[in-house]
C-alpha cells in the first residue's frame, strides 16, 4: 500500500508542478521590459535604496499602501547624459498569487507605462493593456482612487486595486527619493 502511494505521488506530483506552471504567465523579462521602457537608452542605471523607517513610514502615507519590503530598486534611465525617464518593478500579490508591473515615469514624474511583466493568477482577472494604458499622463497629484478616478474592471477588481497602488507607490518612491536627489544635483 505505501509503495502504491509513494508510487502515485512520484507520477503525480510533477503533473501537479507543470499545472501550476501552466496558471503563471512571464510575458516580459526585466531586460525585455527596461528596453522596450527606455527604446534608444545608452545607460540604464540600477540603484537599490535601503529605506530608513522615516522614508518608508512617509511612502506609505503618500501611496496609501503598506509596503512589503523597505528595499526598493529604481532604475533611471539616460541618453547622452539626458535624463529619459525612471522604472519600478512592483511585485505585488493580487489575490493570493504574485504580479510584476512596470512602471514607467518619464523625467517630470507623469506615467508613461505600465506593463504587465508578470501574472500568476488565472489570466482572466487581468485587464487588457488598454485599461494599463489609462494610466499615461497621471501624475503624483492624481488621487488614483479605484471607482472614482480609476475604472474598475469587473471581474478583476483586485487586480485594480493592486495595480492603482502599485503606481502611486512609484509617485511615492519619486516624491522621497528621486526628487531630492534630482534637487541636489541640479537635474531637475
Known amino acids: 500500500m505505501i509503495r502504491k502511494v509513494l508510487i502515485f505521488g512520484l507520477i ?42 522615516a522614508q518608508a513610514e512617509e511612502i506609505e502615507r503618500l501611496s496609501s499602501s503598506a509596503l512589503d519590503s523597505r528595499v526598493v530598486t529604481l532604475h533611471t534611465a539616460r541618453k547622452q547624459g539626458k ?7 512592483d511585485v505585488h500579490t493580487v489575490r493570493t498569487r504574485p504580479e510584476a508591473l512596470l512602471i514607467v515615469l518619464d523625467p517630470a514624474g507623469n506615467v508613461s507605462m505600465v506593463k504587465v511583466l508578470a501574472f500568476q493568477e488565472p489570466l482572466e482577472y487581468m485587464p487588457i493593456q488598454r485599461w494599463y494604458d489609462l494610466f499615461s499622463g497621471l501624475d503624483e497629484e492624481d488621487k488614483l482612487r479605484v471607482g472614482h478616478d480609476v475604472d474598475a474592471v469587473t471581474g478583476a477588481t483586485l487586480t485594480t486595486h493592486a495595480t492603482t497602488d502599485a503606481v502611486r507607490r512609484m509617485f511615492a518612491y519619486y516624491s522621497t527619493l528621486l526628487k531630492p536627489a534630482l534637487t541636489e544635483s541640479g537635474d531637475q
Open 12 to 53: 503525480v506530483s510533477p503533473l501537479l508542478w507543470v499545472g501550476l506552471a501552466a496558471l503563471s504567465t512571464v510575458f516580459y523579462s526585466q531586460e525585455q521590459a527596461l528596453a522596450l521602457a527606455f527604446e534608444g537608452a545608452e545607460q540604464v542605471e540600477k540603484k537599490t535604496h535601503i529605506l530608513s523607517a
Open 83 to 89: 535624463v529619459l525617464g525612471y522604472a519600478h518593478i
